[in-house]
């Protein structure tokens, strides 16, 4: 034993992470991109009511608040809702359900992690916010059929006359495709807004955090 | 719930998993195009008879048969609405135009990415992403959601069972019932999740890329056949966009 | 070596202080270190600081150094510590990263970017090591917790650390998975690895580990040398906190019966089987309520399904009952409780208080805060209660669990697993708290591994194996003792059926291609011959429609039509012609496939174990060789060229069709699947019904034998109506069961009826276009005509889908047959003398692979020329014993030998040659006497066959035949009298002059008078040979050398007849109940 013992003293607790993403929060990050897409099926699925086809998303963001908002408070490191949101958007891509979603997954999942880094990931007012933003990304799944919807629609302006493709792109139109942006953003506030408290009854508690 | 084994041996089509999934580009694209080129609807028909191929080389006989016979209907469907014999402002029709809208859509997609899903295994998809060097970022997440989706699976049963027992049902009280599936099954998969984390760590898991890959992935002759249907395809596309 | 220096370790946000209080410990190279203590003592602290996942997983603070080999490896983090220490964790589950076997092996590999080649060297080295052959490719969420822990140790062993660190890995592991890890232990301890284990449960690893080490709240205690620590006393080591080390749990509850007072919960017929084959099976089992009961059994042996089952959670077809009243599991679910092994998954709310107080039932909502203050304190919980459930500790967790149990006022409580990973102190605490809910009236039933629990708590016990409840009864020493037995005894085969499961089942007409090579080149003419014969077929149509086209455009002209007719004629005369040689052809193959199948057959019989040939029924056998074979000859026959005809033919037509007009080409197909669903719907279940049909006739013709073959017995015992109404019954279910299933094939005839209706489509459809101009007139008629006959070849298909079905029944027969289990004896000749002592050593043997071992481990020493009685109650395997020794089959496990020679390394038929087996039923063939007699051996002279006739006391009676010698006795000897049988199958043992001769109770059918006779000739028989007797009648073996007393397939006792009387008590009650019955008294 050589006498010069240094006596190393770490606490790594208070060491510096330096925004770097560790296995385990890839690992996280990972699972709750499971748990994401599982709510996002349930709810998908229930699009054979026709009203719920275009309503979905905000059933989703109601959903889906009690885990994204526990994600949010435990990773905390820059990219963490674009690889959720990407991901996601990749494997439902996969589905059918359009590429459309992949690019709003990107940006929108961008602007959501810069929303909630500029909060330093303590503010709750940027966390829901950030949510907020992240829960639209859902609606570029749909956009091919708004904007196809309208392409399909004027295929019948000759043999269906125009008082019938005008009331069918009401109902594919911009307009609704608006009040759907709307409703997906009160849900995901209340979603977000249960999150929290579930976050503060039980994940706090429960020690998970 | 074992998604990612090899579907069937005895399978002839064996692509490289880059392959499969760019087929799956190529036919998805071309698939949900509105476009009323003979060039693409051409296309899209032999895109449709393609994946039917693929579905019975994996012997997924019955899944095949259902699939043809369900698009066949939409054909069909599609002919009577364009040609005016059904009212397309009737509630039927408007219900036909629907279905008959997502299924030509959709359906050929999702057989093509279930018939994706099945044949590859995931450590093939982590190989294929290694080599076009994608970041460990995107890689470990990919492989912890195949991963979960079992364990996903089994955990919630047993939150079922659990609530079986305690006569808690979502009958009872809808908030409660999300609430007290949701909250054990995120405590429960979290702390699978570290002590998953910590497992891999000791076996070396990092974030850095320098990982080597056991699965051997590669092209063979079927890959550049592919290559050549699905660049003939692009060609096609392409032509029958600008034709109009 | 790893030298901890003064560490000091506090995890981040811990209330409860240093976890590590400048602890120092040296562990030596190449050594295995025990780390034990108290639940919390800072044991698995340690192993996480030498892995590193203290500090850099697990946050804290720290103080203090590590190092190996002199070197300081604080600074390394988890990953670059990867490679020099491998971790194995406690929870199986949670420890692997892929979803298969082989790349969660090569998982740390790729990690550290080892190479292909050099994985692959690791990997068959490992594999080879680790025994893991047959768990590789295999998907890690089918497997059990032992065999993933297996993968968990090979997957970090392929890594090549020199340092393994161990933590609590036997927590979630059965008896068997424990030893398995105890091997792969003592493995790297071979190769020189350094290994340090962090377990309450020691026993696993005496005389494998070097040094103990007591952790007590984050120091060392003590460190003892592992020789000192296991010879200390069960009381010392409890003290400590740790369990029991050895393996002998003393009974401190003499032998408690367990209370019959209460109702008994039953359970009969239950039948539940996942996908992949396992289950359980149950038909009858009942439990005394009001005891602690214990389940125990191997991992995947069905135990958490059982409990699923009896707690009403799973529907299944048993039936339950309690006292006798039917219950169902509906009612059974508001009846228990289970507490589960995660119980994570049980626990909702957000505080103790709130848990107890959902689970009360609603009835006593005002008494509420009543029963929540008496439950908190009985579980010593209140001052938790406010506290969230997730945030306990484990046993904490369990406790609120059981509150919850008791709150909702069930009585049957469940628990899974509940003391795996607790130390001494928890499980005693446990073990009371079971004690305590049983006085109060509730029945805890547990689940577990934990023996010490099963001792130290349970009345009543059951074990379970294999899916079947293989024994149950009182908890006391000798149930204990008999269930470690059951985990040492390795005959039972884990993970069988799960591999079988796993296979894919071979389509029984690839199954017929496979046997039948002889015929695949004719069949494929037949293939190609009928192809071109449907093509032909197509011609006359398109013909046709060229023609009517023509007609309909008005051409008169007769020669414009004649190439048309001449082509049409060709084509359909080719077309007959070809179809009747394409199937000529295939017939002759049939033939010939048939054949060689039934060669095959013939050639496996004799090479199967004698004993699985006499238990075969002959009738199955021959309606197998024979009839069901002869039975596939119609649909082979057809099957390939029409099936394969048709299907081209169909297509053919379609795509010219479809190049026509490609919409009424699939606008025709439309009525198909409509059609086809009637037919899928009648279908459905054809194989299964087939199999029943066939069930059902055998067991009618069984009835049928039966009542003609009895009908003697059935007469004088007036059972004539009882058995004629048993015959009518079944003739009865077999005519309304094919009654039944024509019924419900009926909609068959729908299918029939619309599926071809391509008319349907084509004629409005067709119209429709024609109308507006899109289809041409030609065409119209063409698609009209080919419509036609386009279906048909599709479904003349269909009409082979049933007889394919039967294909399967027979196919299934036939390979019973072929892959049954031959005997595993060298076939060529050698030198080897057989006139040595016979031994038996281990054997084991059952005789349905998975069954009860009929013989559980036998050692037995026949030495040569002596006399051996074999003798016990009926069914205890002396019988079975001879057969072995004979070579009717190969034992399961063990070694037979004659002299050092082992059975197998001797040819069946010099096997055959020097043992002479005489038992009760002696066939004789339709011959002569003579020659039945000479059966001994062949070469024997009429003389020597008359002298052993009469040294065996036949002579007389022969003689007093019509024909004498020369009579003939009638096939199976029929026209002689049982002792008269037996007289001659003993001359015939005689003639052959064997020297080792078995005796099978072949003194059973002697009358008095002979019996004199006989045990004469048996004398003469066994006159310097090997004898061994098997008998009931003991006072006939008194003089034997030894007599080994066989009980439950176990050797009781051996010694000679006075020596037995005394030793052995059970000895004693057969020989007095034997003497008893011959000095008259009647039983």
Same mark, same amino acid.
Not at chain 3, 561 to 570: E, S
Not at chain 3, 604 to 617: N, Y
Not at chain 3, 673 to 691: L, T
Not at chain 3, 995 to 1009: G, K, M, Q, W
């Given at each position: 034993?050589?006498?010069?013992?240094?006596?190393?003293?770490?606490?790594?607790?208070?060491?510096?992470?330096?925004?770097?993403?560790?296995?385990?929060?890839?690992?996280?990050?990972?699972?709750?991109?499971?748990?994401?897409?599982?709510?996002?099926?349930?709810?998908?699925?229930?699009?054979?009511?026709?009203?719920?086809?275009?309503?979905?998303?905000?059933?989703?963001?109601?959903?889906?608040?009690?885990?994204?908002?526990?994600?949010?408070?435990?990773?905390?490191?820059?990219?963490?809702?674009?690889?959720?949101?990407?991901?996601?958007?990749?494997?439902?891509?996969?589905?059918?359900?359009?590429?459309?979603?992949?690019?709003?997954?990107?940006?929108?999942?961008?602007?959501?992690?810069?929303?909630?880094?500029?909060?330093?990931?303590?503010?709750?007012?940027?966390?829901?916010?950030?949510?907020?933003?992240?829960?639209?990304?859902?609606?570029?799944?749909?956009?091919?059929?708004?904007?196809?919807?309208?392409?399909?629609?004027?295929?019948?302006?000759?043999?269906?006359?125009?008082?019938?493709?005008?009331?069918?792109?009401?109902?594919?139109?911009?307009?609704?495709?608006?009040?759907?942006?709307?409703?997906?953003?009160?849900?995901?506030?209340?979603?977000?807004?249960?999150?929290?408290?579930?976050?503060?009854?039980?994940?706090?508690?429960?020690?998970?955090? | 719930?074992?998604?990612?084994?090899?579907?069937?041996?005895?399978?002839?089509?064996?692509?490289?998993?880059?392959?499969?999934?760019?087929?799956?580009?190529?036919?998805?694209?071309?698939?949900?195009?509105?476009?009323?080129?003979?060039?693409?609807?051409?296309?899209?028909?032999?895109?449709?008879?393609?994946?039917?191929?693929?579905?019975?080389?994996?012997?997924?006989?019955?899944?095949?048969?259902?699939?043809?016979?369900?698009?066949?209907?939409?054909?069909?469907?599609?002919?009577?609405?364009?040609?005016?014999?059904?009212?397309?402002?009737?509630?039927?029709?408007?219900?036909?135009?629907?279905?008959?809208?997502?299924?030509?859509?959709?359906?050929?997609?999702?057989?093509?990415?279930?018939?994706?899903?099945?044949?590859?295994?995931?450590?093939?998809?982590?190989?294929?992403?290694?080599?076009?060097?994608?970041?460990?970022?995107?890689?470990?997440?990919?492989?912890?959601?195949?991963?979960?989706?079992?364990?996903?699976?089994?955990?919630?049963?047993?939150?079922?069972?659990?609530?079986?027992?305690?006569?808690?049902?979502?009958?009872?009280?809808?908030?409660?019932?999300?609430?007290?599936?949701?909250?054990?099954?995120?405590?429960?998969?979290?702390?699978?999740?570290?002590?998953?984390?910590?497992?891999?760590?000791?076996?070396?898991?990092?974030?850095?890329?320098?990982?080597?890959?056991?699965?051997?992935?590669?092209? $063979?002759?079927?890959?550049?056949?592919?290559?050549?249907?699905?660049?003939? $395809?692009?060609?096609?596309?392409?032509?029958?966009?600008?034709?109009? | 070596?790893?030298?901890?220096?003064?560490?000091?370790?506090?995890?981040?946000?811990?209330?409860?202080?240093?976890?590590?209080?400048?602890?120092?410990?040296?562990?030596?190279?190449?050594?295995?270190?025990?780390?034990?203590?108290?639940?919390?003592?800072?044991?698995?602290?340690?192993?996480?600081?030498?892995?590193?996942?203290?500090?850099?997983?697990?946050?804290?603070?720290?103080?203090?150094?590590?190092?190996?080999?002199?070197?300081?490896?604080?600074?390394?983090?988890?990953?670059?510590?990867?490679?020099?220490?491998?971790?194995?964790?406690?929870?199986?589950?949670?420890?692997?990263?892929?979803?298969?076997?082989?790349?969660?092996?090569?998982?740390?590999?790729?990690?550290?970017?080892?190479?292909?080649?050099?994985?692959?060297?690791?990997?068959?080295?490992?594999?080879?090591?680790?025994?893991?052959?047959?768990?590789?490719?295999?998907?890690?969420?089918?497997?059990?917790?032992?065999?993933?822990?297996?993968?968990?140790?090979?997957?970090?062993?392929?890594?090549?650390?020199?340092?393994?660190?161990?933590?609590?890995?036997?927590?979630?592991?059965?008896?068997?998975?424990?030893?398995?890890?105890?091997?792969?232990?003592?493995?790297?301890?071979?190769?020189?690895?350094?290994?340090?284990?962090?377990?309450?449960?020691?026993?696993?690893?005496? !005389?494998?580990?070097?040094?103990?080490?007591?952790?007590?709240?984050?120091?060392?205690?003590?460190?003892?040398?592992?020789?000192?620590?296991?010879?200390?006393?069960?009381?010392?080591?409890?003290?400590?906190?740790?369990?029991?080390?050895?393996?002998?749990?003393?009974?401190?509850?003499?032998?408690?019966?367990?209370?019959?007072?209460?109702?008994?919960?039953?359970?009969?017929?239950?039948?539940?089987?996942?996908?992949?084959?396992?289950?359980?099976?149950?038909?009858?089992?009942?439990?005394?309520?009001?005891?602690?009961?214990?389940?125990?059994?191997?991992?995947?042996?069905?135990?958490?399904?059982?409990?699923?089952?009896?707690?009403?959670?799973?529907?299944?077809?048993?039936?339950?009952?309690?006292?006798?009243?039917?219950?169902?599991?509906?009612?059974?679910?508001?009846?228990?409780?289970?507490?589960?092994?995660?119980?994570?998954?049980?626990?909702?709310?957000?505080?103790?208080?709130?848990?107890?107080?959902?689970?009360?039932?609603?009835?006593?909502?005002?008494?509420?805060?009543?029963?929540?203050?008496?439950?908190?304190?009985?579980?010593?919980?209140?001052?938790?209660?406010?506290?969230?459930?997730?945030?306990?500790?484990?046993?904490?967790?369990?406790?609120?669990?059981?509150?919850?149990?008791?709150?909702?006022?069930?009585?049957?409580?469940?628990?899974?697993?509940?003391?795996?990973?607790?130390?001494?102190?928890?499980?005693?605490?446990?073990?009371?708290?079971?004690?305590?809910?049983?006085?109060?009236?509730?029945?805890?039933?547990?689940?577990?591994?934990?023996?010490?629990?099963?001792?130290?708590?349970?009345?009543?016990?059951?074990?379970?194996?294999?899916?079947?409840?293989?024994?149950?009864?009182?908890?006391?020493?000798?149930?204990?003792?008999?269930?470690?037995?059951?985990?040492?005894?390795?005959?039972?085969?884990?993970?069988?059926?799960?591999?079988?499961?796993?296979?894919?089942?071979?389509?029984?007409?690839?199954?017929?291609?496979?046997?039948?090579?002889?015929?695949?080149?004719?069949?494929?003419?037949?293939?190609?011959?009928?192809?071109?014969?449907?093509?032909?077929?197509?011609?006359?149509?398109?013909?046709?429609?060229?023609?009517?086209?023509?007609?309909?455009?008005?051409?008169?002209?007769?020669?414009?039509?004649?190439?048309?007719?001449?082509?049409?004629?060709?084509?359909?005369?080719?077309?007959?012609?070809?179809?009747?040689?394409?199937?000529?052809?295939?017939?002759?193959?049939?033939?010939?496939?048939?054949?060689?199948?039934?060669?095959?057959?013939?050639?496996?019989?004799?090479?199967?174990?004698?004993?699985?040939?006499?238990?075969?029924?002959?009738?199955?056998?021959?309606?197998?060789?024979?009839?069901?074979?002869?039975?596939?000859?119609?649909?082979?026959?057809?099957?390939?060229?029409?099936?394969?005809?048709?299907?081209?033919?169909?297509?053919?037509?379609?795509?010219?069709?479809?190049?026509?007009?490609?919409?009424?080409?699939?606008?025709?197909?439309?009525?198909?699947?409509?059609?086809?669903?009637?037919?899928?719907?009648?279908?459905?279940?054809?194989?299964?019904?087939?199999?029943?049909?066939?069930?059902?006739?055998?067991?009618?013709?069984?009835?049928?034998?039966?009542?003609?073959?009895?009908?003697?017995?059935?007469?004088?015992?007036?059972?004539?109506?009882?058995?004629?109404?048993?015959?009518?019954?079944?003739?009865?279910?077999?005519?309304?069961?094919?009654?039944?299933?024509?019924?419900?094939?009926?909609?068959?005839?729908?299918?029939?009826?619309?599926?071809?209706?391509?008319?349907?489509?084509?004629?409005?459809?067709?119209?429709?276009?024609?109308?507006?101009?899109?289809?041409?007139?030609?065409?119209?008629?063409?698609?009209?005509?080919?419509?036609?006959?386009?279906?048909?070849?599709?479904?003349?298909?269909?009409?082979?889908?049933?007889?394919?079905?039967?294909?399967?029944?027979?196919?299934?027969?036939?390979?019973?047959?072929?892959?049954?289990?031959?005997?595993?004896?060298?076939?060529?000749?050698?030198?080897?003398?057989?006139?040595?002592?016979?031994?038996?050593?281990?054997?084991?043997?059952?005789?349905?692979?998975?069954?009860?071992?009929?013989?559980?481990?036998?050692?037995?020493?026949?030495?040569?020329?002596?006399?051996?009685?074999?003798?016990?109650?009926?069914?205890?395997?002396?019988?079975?014993?001879?057969?072995?020794?004979?070579?009717?089959?190969?034992?399961?496990?063990?070694?037979?030998?004659?002299?050092?020679?082992?059975?197998?390394?001797?040819?069946?038929?010099?096997?055959?040659?020097?043992?002479?087996?005489?038992?009760?039923?002696?066939?004789?063939?339709?011959?002569?006497?003579?020659?039945?007699?000479?059966?001994?051996?062949?070469?024997?002279?009429?003389?020597?066959?008359?002298?052993?006739?009469?040294?065996?006391?036949?002579?007389?009676?022969?003689?007093?035949?019509?024909?004498?010698?020369?009579?003939?006795?009638?096939?199976?000897?029929?026209?002689?009298?049982?002792?008269?049988?037996?007289?001659?199958?003993?001359?015939?043992?005689?003639?052959?002059?064997?020297?080792?001769?078995?005796?099978?109770? =072949?003194?059973?059918?002697?009358?008095?008078?002979?019996?004199?006779?006989?045990?004469?000739?048996? !004398?003469?028989?066994?006159?310097?040979?090997?004898?061994?007797?098997?008998?009931?009648?003991?006072?006939?073996?008194?003089?034997?050398?030894?007599?080994?007393?066989?009980?439950?397939?176990?050797?009781? =006792?051996?010694?000679?007849?006075?020596?037995?009387?005394?030793?052995?008590?059970?000895?004693?009650?057969?020989?007095?109940?034997?003497?008893?019955?011959?000095?008259?008294?009647?039983?």
């Amino acid at each position: 034993m050589s006498t010069a013992v240094k006596e190393l003293k770490m606490n790594t607790a208070v060491a510096e992470e330096n925004g770097k993403m560790t296995v385990k929060d890839l690992i996280t990050i990972g699972i709750f991109t499971v748990l994401y897409f599982v709510i996002f099926f349930i709810s998908a699925m229930t699009g054979m009511v026709p009203i719920m086809a275009i309503f979905y998303p905000a059933l989703i963001a109601f959903l889906a608040g009690i885990p994204c908002i526990l994600f949010f408070t435990k990773v905390k490191k820059f990219g963490m809702v674009t690889i959720m949101a990407t991901l996601s958007a990749v494997l439902l891509a996969l589905m059918g359900y359009g590429y459309m979603g992949i690019i709003t997954g990107l940006i929108l999942g961008l602007i959501a992690d810069l929303i909630l880094k500029s909060g330093q990931y303590k503010s709750s007012v940027k966390m829901i916010i950030s949510y907020v933003v992240f829960s639209e990304w859902v609606i570029g799944t749909q956009l091919p059929m708004f904007i196809g919807g309208n392409a399909y629609a004027e295929a019948f302006r000759e043999t269906q006359g125009d008082a019938f493709v005008d009331e069918l792109e009401k109902l594919i139109s911009w307009g609704m495709c608006g009040i759907v942006i709307v409703t997906t953003l009160v849900a995901a506030i209340i979603g977000a807004l249960i999150g929290k408290a579930v976050l503060r009854k039980h994940f706090e508690r429960a020690g998970i955090v | 719930m074992n998604r990612f084994e090899s579907g069937n041996e005895d399978a002839v089509i064996n692509f490289d998993p880059r392959t499969k999934l760019m087929l799956l580009l190529i036919i998805n694209t071309v698939i949900i195009s509105d476009s009323k080129s003979p060039l693409i609807s051409g296309l899209k028909i032999v895109f449709v008879i393609l994946v039917l191929f693929f579905l019975i080389d994996m012997k997924k006989i019955k899944m095949s048969v259902i699939y043809v016979s369900i698009y066949l209907l939409a054909v069909v469907g599609d002919y009577i609405l364009v040609s005016g014999s059904i009212s397309g402002i009737s509630a039927g029709g408007l219900i036909l135009r629907i279905v008959v809208y997502l299924v030509e859509r959709m359906l050929p997609n999702m057989m093509m990415a279930w018939f994706v899903l099945h044949t590859t295994k995931v450590s093939e998809f982590i190989a294929a992403m290694q080599k076009m060097h994608f970041p460990q970022t995107i890689t470990i997440p990919f492989a912890i959601i195949f991963r979960f989706f079992p364990t996903l699976a089994d955990e919630y049963s047993s939150i079922q069972d659990a609530m079986k027992m305690r006569n808690i049902s979502l009958k009872t009280n809808v908030i409660s019932g999300i609430e007290y599936r949701m909250v054990p099954l995120i405590v429960s998969v979290t702390k699978i999740g570290d002590e998953l984390s910590a497992a891999a760590m000791t076996r070396g898991l990092t974030t850095e890329g320098n990982r080597t890959s056991y699965c051997k992935i590669g092209f $063979s002759l079927q890959d550049y056949a592919a290559f050549t249907v699905i660049a003939i $395809s692009i060609m096609f596309f392409v032509i029958g966009l600008i034709r109009g | 070596m790893i030298e901890i220096r003064n560490v000091s370790f506090t995890y981040a946000g811990s209330e409860q202080g240093m976890s590590l209080k400048n602890l120092s410990l040296i562990i030596p190279k190449g050594n295995v270190t025990v780390l034990c203590g108290r639940s919390g003592c800072g044991k698995t602290t340690i192993t996480r600081l030498i892995n590193g996942l203290v500090p850099y997983f697990y946050k804290g603070e720290i103080i203090g150094d590590i190092l190996i080999d002199g070197e300081s490896i604080l600074k390394k983090n988890v990953q670059q510590r990867a490679g020099i220490v491998g971790s194995v964790f406690q929870n199986p589950r949670s420890q692997f990263f892929n979803v298969d076997s082989t790349s969660e092996l090569v998982f740390g590999c790729e990690n550290m970017a080892f190479s292909r080649e050099e994985m692959d060297k690791q990997l068959l080295s490992t594999i080879k090591i680790f025994n893991i052959d047959r768990l590789i490719n295999k998907s890690l969420f089918k497997m059990s917790g032992g065999e993933k822990q297996k993968i968990a140790c090979a997957s970090v062993s392929m890594m090549g650390p020199d340092i393994y660190v161990l933590d609590e890995p036997t927590s979630n592991l059965d008896l068997l998975s424990i030893k398995e890890l105890a091997k792969v232990i003592s493995k790297w301890k071979n190769e020189g690895k350094t290994i340090v284990i962090a377990d309450h449960r020691l026993n696993y690893l005496k !005389g494998i580990a070097d040094k103990v080490v007591l952790i007590e709240e984050g120091h060392v205690a003590w460190e003892k040398d592992a020789k000192d620590f296991y010879a200390l006393s069960d009381k010392k080591v409890h003290s400590f906190g740790l369990r029991s080390l050895d393996d002998d749990v003393r009974d401190n509850r003499a032998s408690k019966m367990p209370k019959s007072n209460r109702e008994i919960f039953t359970i009969k017929n239950l039948d539940y089987k996942y996908e992949d084959g396992n289950g359980i099976q149950i038909k009858n089992l009942a439990i005394p309520m009001g005891n602690i009961i214990g389940i125990i059994g191997e991992n995947g042996a069905g135990k958490s399904t059982l409990v699923r089952c009896l707690c009403g959670l799973q529907k299944n077809n048993g039936s339950f009952y309690i006292d006798d009243k039917r219950i169902t599991s509906k009612q059974l679910l508001q009846k228990s409780y289970l507490v589960m092994q995660d119980v994570n998954h049980q626990l909702f709310t957000e505080s103790i208080d709130e848990e107890i107080a959902i689970s009360i039932p609603r009835g006593n909502k005002e008494k509420q805060n009543e029963i929540i203050e008496k439950i908190l304190t009985d579980m010593d919980l209140t001052e938790y209660r406010a506290l969230h459930p997730m945030s306990l500790s484990g046993g904490q967790k369990q406790r609120v669990a059981v509150a919850t149990a008791i709150a909702s006022e069930k009585n049957i409580l469940f628990f899974d697993e509940p003391t795996s990973g607790l130390d001494y102190e928890h499980m005693k605490a446990f073990s009371s708290r079971l004690q305590e809910l049983r006085d109060g009236g509730t029945t805890p039933i547990v689940i577990t591994h934990d023996i010490e629990l099963l001792a130290d708590s349970c009345d009543y016990l059951i074990l379970v194996s294999n899916g079947k409840v293989k024994w149950s009864g009182p908890c006391n020493k000798t149930s204990i003792c008999r269930i470690k037995e059951h985990f040492e005894n390795k005959s039972f085969r884990i993970n069988k059926d799960r591999e079988t499961g796993m296979e894919k089942q071979k389509s029984p007409i690839s199954r017929v291609w496979e046997l039948g090579q002889s015929g695949h080149k004719q069949i494929l003419l037949s293939i190609i011959l009928a192809i071109l014969g449907v093509l032909a077929g197509i011609v006359p149509y398109v013909m046709a429609s060229k023609v009517i086209t023509l007609l309909i455009n008005g051409e008169n002209g007769l020669p414009v039509y004649i190439p048309y007719i001449t082509v049409g004629l060709v084509g359909y005369l080719l077309n007959t012609f070809l179809y009747t040689g394409a199937l000529g052809i295939s017939h002759k193959a049939t033939f010939r496939i048939l054949k060689e199948i039934r060669e095959k057959v013939l050639n496996k019989l004799p090479k199967l174990p004698l004993g699985t040939i006499m238990e075969m029924k002959s009738g199955k056998l021959k309606t197998t060789i024979v009839d069901q074979i002869e039975s596939m000859e119609t649909t082979l026959a057809h099957v390939f060229p029409e099936i394969i005809s048709n299907l081209g033919g169909f297509l053919v037509v379609w795509i010219y069709m479809f190049v026509i007009d490609w919409r009424l080409a699939l606008l025709a197909m439309i009525p198909l699947p409509i059609g086809m669903s009637f037919m899928f719907a009648s279908m459905k279940g054809y194989g299964e019904n087939y199999a029943k049909s066939v069930e059902i006739t055998t067991d009618m013709n069984e009835s049928l034998i039966e009542y003609t073959g009895g009908i003697e017995v059935i007469k004088a015992y007036n059972q004539g109506k009882e058995s004629y109404a048993t015959l009518k019954e079944r003739c009865l279910a077999n005519a309304s069961f094919f009654y039944n299933w024509m019924n419900q094939c009926k909609t068959n005839i729908y299918a029939m009826i619309i599926a071809p209706a391509t008319m349907l489509t084509v004629l409005p459809f067709g119209w429709l276009f024609y109308q507006n101009g899109s289809l041409s007139f030609d065409a119209f008629v063409t698609m009209i005509i080919l419509s036609l006959c386009v279906t048909g070849p599709l479904l003349a298909i269909l009409d082979f889908v049933d007889t394919l079905a039967k294909l399967g029944t027979v196919v299934g027969n036939v390979d019973a047959i072929l892959n049954a289990k031959e005997q595993t004896h060298i076939t060529e000749e050698n030198d080897f003398v057989i006139e040595n002592d016979i031994e038996l050593k281990d054997v084991e043997f059952s005789y349905t692979e998975g069954q009860d071992a009929v013989l559980k481990g036998v050692s037995l020493r026949i030495p040569v020329g002596s006399k051996t009685a074999l003798v016990g109650l009926s069914g205890s395997g002396k019988s079975t014993i001879a057969k072995l020794i004979a070579g009717f089959w190969d034992a399961d496990a063990g070694k037979i030998s004659f002299g050092n020679i082992d059975t197998k390394d001797i040819t069946l038929n010099k096997l055959y040659d020097k043992i002479s087996y005489v038992s009760q039923d002696n066939f004789l063939f339709d011959d002569t006497i003579m020659e039945n007699i000479r059966m001994g051996k062949l070469t024997a002279s009429d003389e020597e066959v008359m002298e052993c006739a009469k040294a065996s006391g036949c002579d007389e009676f022969i003689r007093n035949l019509e024909n004498g010698y020369q009579t003939r006795v009638g096939g199976g000897g029929k026209h002689l009298s049982g002792g008269e049988r037996q007289r001659i199958a003993i001359a015939r043992a005689m003639l052959k002059d064997a020297p080792i001769v078995i005796l099978d109770e =072949a003194t059973a059918y002697i009358d008095p008078e002979n019996e004199a006779v006989i045990q004469k000739a048996v !004398g003469k028989l066994v006159k310097n040979k090997t004898l061994i007797v098997i008998a009931h009648r003991l006072s006939t073996i008194t003089d034997s050398d030894q007599i080994v007393l066989v009980k439950d397939g176990r050797i009781e =006792a051996i010694g000679k007849h006075y020596d037995l009387l005394k030793s052995s008590p059970l000895y004693k009650s057969m020989w007095n109940a034997h003497i008893g019955v011959k000095e008259g008294v009647v039983a």
